[in-house]
């Protein structure tokens, strides 16, 4: 079956964009001195619901089954000429193409659990109403190593989006298990339609803050 999902993410998907006009909304990125935007988008098809965010530097893509979470994803940086591909089977994530110009082949272990490799979007499908929390997958794309994490509902909170109040629903990402203290990442999400709206991760050494651009969209 390897290939199958893939093929099927890069082939089928941008031809289903005829069916549905994506979803896509920007987003205000800063890290230190450093700012920029990222559009990220949704659209569903019959073969999942295609995700992607593009930035300045880099693109991502990932093809999600709902119930079985993420199966294909896909990472351009031309800049550090990487074009990277993974595709799930089964308990395994088979990565390929090129990472910082180096050929990569390799195979990545997990267990049942979701693979979410995008943060930000769809926050229902990985964490449904009925769930308080759950445990998910992501690799770092940098070295490929796999990290069990976990996302749970933090609670409600009124915030001020670009100076107007706005009621969300704060969820709270950190690593499953005894390393949850050591690392946290926080989401806000809109109440009235669960739209991403702004975050705090820790990330390179520093701190990215993501605030929804158009807090009307």
Request: zero cysteines; glycine letters at 10%.
């Amino acid at each position: 079956m390897r290939g199958v999902f893939f093929s099927l993410f890069i082939m089928v998907l941008p031809g289903a964009l005829l069916l549905a006009d994506p979803e896509v909304v920007r987003y205000l990125e800063t890290h230190g001195a450093k700012s920029g935007v990222t559009e990220y988008g949704v659209v569903q098809s019959p073969q999942g619901i295609r995700i992607t965010s593009v930035g300045d530097i880099s693109s991502e893509e990932m093809l999600w089954v709902p119930g079985s979470g993420a199966v294909a994803w896909r990472l351009t940086e031309a800049a550090r000429s990487t074009d990277l591909q993974g595709e799930r089977g089964g308990n395994t994530i088979h990565f390929s193409g090129t990472l910082r110009g180096k050929s990569v082949s390799r195979d990545v272990k997990i267990d049942g659990e979701l693979w979410y490799q995008i943060f930000g979007p769809i926050i229902g499908e990985l964490l449904p109403d009925s769930q308080s929390h759950r445990d998910f997958w992501v690799v770092n794309p940098d070295d490929l190593a796999p990290h069990k994490m976990m996302v749970r509902r933090a609670g409600n909170e009124r915030i001020a989006i670009a100076g107007v109040p706005t009621d969300t629903f704060k969820m709270h990402f950190s690593p499953a298990g005894a390393l949850a203290p050591f690392w946290g990442a926080d989401f806000w999400y809109r109440s009235a339609d669960s739209t991403w709206v702004y975050s705090r991760l820790p990330e390179n050494g520093g701190l990215t803050v993501t605030t929804i651009a158009d807090p009307e969209k």
